[in-house]
């Protein structure tokens, strides 16, 4: 009798390597994780604003003045539609996001998760209403009581926009340089990320409104190391109560306290060691289907 079916049980078991690989790398990801803030996505606490998501549970309080940030339901059209509704990485649902209108904003009081040292990664899926001044997507930086440490916003010429302090007094403020093609512009949707690497940082964006391609731009001359400060971590701010709130969509924000390569951003739909599986897998499975077709 000829064999039968050798090609979808290999077929089946390359998936199930390539679904266990694929946890592997969000797993490896997690474990450095700070903060996850959803923003209603948060199975533990459905519907909360504030609940986070990472393994600290370090919820958050709304802070500033009105109007505060609300929370939306991503829509089928406009700002926020081209979100997407899993988290490419993680298949995680995604539904919901915080709305801002330059007003108030997230905060949570300092602890000691927020010690980082020499290695960072903030990200976040965004959308500007406008683009007047630079506004500020998340912070741990406060400029009274010589407390700055970091932050992370996007220039009103669409640049992002990151800052280090080493001693909580002086710090060193520089955008990325990315092709015009890839500045962010007022009511379209990106994926943005900040990896801060001793002294380097690499930014990274992702146009999702017009489906473009995850780009990188590598700056360095910042300080080798963070300050350890005691300021508040704010989303959607930078200084508590400065004119740079946010305006528009913030969802998926993401702190990690390691350098987070390319596999392990949250806009990663598939890892490339995942793609070298998948490629190594499929040419074991033409191998295995074509022993299967001798007869016995």
């Known amino acids: 009798m000829a064999t039968t079916n050798q090609f ?17 790398v969000a797993d490896s990801a997690d474990a450095s994780t700070i903060g996850y803030w959803r923003f209603g996505d948060n199975p533990n606490e459905p519907g909360s604003l504030v609940a986070d998501s990472g393994p600290n549970e370090l919820d958050l309080a709304l802070a500033g003045g009105a109007p505060l940030p609300t929370q939306v339901t991503l829509p089928a059209t406009g700002p926020g539609s081209a979100f997407p509704q899993a988290v490419p990485l993680t298949q995680d649902s995604n539904t919901q996001a915080a709305s801002f209108d330059g007003g108030g904003y997230f905060s949570l009081s300092d602890t000691s998760d927020f010690e980082i040292t020499n290695q960072m990664t903030i990200e976040a899926y965004v959308n500007r209403s406008s683009m ?7 912070a741990h ?45 007022a009511g379209k949707d990106y994926y943005v990320a900040a990896v801060y690497n001793a002294g380097t ?6 146009n999702l409104t017009d489906d473009g391609e995850l780009a990188s731009s590598v700056v360095t001359g910042y300080e080798a190391s963070l300050y350890d400060a005691d300021s508040t971590f704010l989303i959607g701010n930078w200084n508590n109560g400065s004119a740079t709130s946010w305006e528009g969509l913030i969802d998926e924000v993401r702190l990690s306290n390691t350098a987070l390569n390319e596999n392990q951003l949250l806009a990663v739909p598939e890892p490339a060691s995942l793609a070298l599986l998948g490629a190594g897998g499929l040419l074991v499975l033409t191998r295995r289907k074509r022993r299967g077709q001798t007869t016995a």
């Not at 290999?10 to 690989?21: I, K, P, R, T, Y």
């Not at 916003?153 to 007094?169: C, E, H, M, P, Y």
């Open 8 to 24: 979808g049980k290999w077929a089946l078991s390359a998936g199930v390597s390539c679904a266990l690989l694929a946890s592997v």
């Open 132 to 138: 007047v001044g630079t506004r500020f997507l998340a």
């Open 141 to 185: 930086n406060t400029t009274s009581g010589n407390n700055r440490s970091w932050f992370f916003g996007v220039t009103n010429a669409g640049q992002l926009r990151f800052g280090s302090s080493a001693d909580g007094v002086g710090s060193t403020n520089q955008n990325s340089t990315f092709a015009s093609e890839d500045t962010l512009e």
């Open 201 to 206: 940082v690499t930014f990274w964006v992702q």
